[in-house]
């Protein structure tokens, strides 16, 4: 089966560091996708690890320990546009359409 | 390059009508798929293909069913609408290699009375 957390919400300040965190426990894993949601809209691509290690893409950076089963967002120089809902997903074993498993999101309000 | 889109937008049913969500991509992809939005539980997987003339189950397939008659079209049936099927429905798209990400449609919402 497939297990997958984040925390429902966070709050953090404009122009701050946040960090969402995510854990997973799957049977079989193929890599972590990151994805952005913004209220009302479809999600979009943020990041993709697959080997340990960090990720870094601008503002945004992405961190995967695969003996843990945990990964982190960084977003760095928060800005309002920042609020949205944050999408963990995991790619399991390569059968079917290579399928991902979603956590529940993570909702981050940036305040001024 | 529209990438993925859905239609309609937002539509209201009754229980117990039927009714078909079109997905339409026009980037060649390979895989496409069908996931319902609810409050609370993420992203679900309903059915999926992997190319045109197949079709596969998801996490969540019943009351569902799809075809896939055309490589850039995927369609979602609802033959008798329930209100547990009041959701936010995407379709999505994908090429086939292990890395390659999903790109989804702005979503469906639909509301059963």
């Known amino acids: 089966g497939q297990n997958i957390d984040q925390p429902t919400e966070m709050t953090a300040t404009e122009g701050a560091i946040v960090q969402i965190n995510c854990t997973y426990q799957t049977s079989g894993f193929n890599g972590l996708f990151w994805y952005q949601q913004h209220a009302g809209e479809a999600p979009t691509f943020l990041s993709y690890?697959?080997?340990?290690g960090l990720e870094e893409k601008g503002r945004f950076s992405s961190f995967l320990s695969r003996s843990k089963g945990y990964s982190y967002l960084l977003l760095k120089e928060l800005q309002m546009k920042d609020s949205a809902s944050y999408l963990c997903a995991v790619r399991g074993p390569l059968t079917g359409a290579n399928n991902l498993f979603f956590g529940t999101g993570t909702r981050l309000t940036v305040i001024p | 390059n529209a990438g993925v889109t859905q239609t309609p937008k937002f539509r209201v049913l009754k229980t117990g009508q039927s009714m078909t969500l079109l997905c339409a991509q026009d980037?060649?992809?390979?895989?496409m798929y069908w996931y319902r939005q609810d409050p609370g539980m993420g992203l679900r997987l309903i059915h999926y293909?992997?190319?045109?003339?197949?079709?596969a189950k998801g996490e969540v397939p019943d009351g569902y069913n799809v075809s896939r008659l055309k490589k850039q079209n995927f369609l979602l049936g609802l033959e008798s609408a329930a209100p547990s099927q009041t959701s936010v429905y995407f379709c999505a798209s994908s090429q086939r290699g292990a890395q390659e990400t999903q790109y989804f449609g702005p979503g469906t919402r639909l509301l059963v009375l």
């Open positions: 293909s992997v190319g045109e003339g197949t079709t």
């Open positions: 980037m060649n992809h390979e895989y």
């Open positions: 690890n697959v080997l340990d």
